[in-house]
């Protein structure tokens, strides 16, 4: 028999796998791979499921770092936090292309399936709302959304309860000796993270002295590199829904497009920003 094109086994490979850890069991892909259930007979649902459901996947990994970097602030680990904000921002740039794949999903045949997902809507989901609130935009009529689902809303309100990563960095920054605001430092974490202007002089004294202030330099562009990737995602989903539904209402009650348009208007680090306009000025 020829064996052209054909990549023999080693003999070290283990091929009796009775009783053993497998790749499979492992990642309980049974499980994993049984959890796509289309509700219509159309064959590019299962395209709609799977994106969103990797995106879920991604989510919790975005949350997972994200919990760890802020206890890693908070314990003045700051080389180790900005290696988890780096690992967010690599995932931020798979979780925006990954838009590319559902864009291939035309006008014409989403629609042959959007009346059947019901209300159901990427609005609902706890892990979004949860980092979001990890980044500071925290908005406590959301938990209403997740009252019938105690696990969900134990997840958020746990996050709403919590400092976001600008608070556990500020903190750090303050602890070094950056002449933060007491009343930002101690401010009521459940709110939604709005403008300070009277931080603006602590943060120029980084950026206008950055071989002194080097680490904190340094951690202020991750998180601005941070917010623009969550940017970017807001973007491609906002032009992919545009591009498959129009200007038509989201499935769970949204305005759609505008509604998303609206949260290109929202920021999580405003002073990184501001900072910019006095450099050099």
Known sequence: ???????????GIVTDLRDRMTYGSYLELDRLLDAQHPVSDHHDEMLFIIQHQTTELWLKLVLHELSSARDLFAADDLREALKRIARVKRIQDVMTQQWSVLATLTPTEYAQFRGSLGNSSGFQ????????????????????????????????TAEYERPTLYDEFLRFAARRGLPVPAEILDRDVREPYRPQPEL?????LIYEDPQTHWDLYEACEDLVDLEDNFQFWRFRHLKT?????????GTGGSTGAAFLQRALELTFFPELYTVRTEIGG
């Open 200 to 204: 603006v002089p602590a943060i120029r």
């Open 241 to 249: 829904v545009t591009r498959t539904i129009g200007m038509k209402t």
């Open 125 to 156: 989901s706890v892990q979004y709302r949860a980092v979001e609130f990890a980044l500071g935009n925290k908005n406590g009529r959301m938990l209403q959304v997740f009252r019938d689902h105690p696990e969900n809303l134990a997840l958020l």
């Open 1 to 11: 028999m020829s064996t052209e094109n054909e990549r023999a086994l080693e003999d």
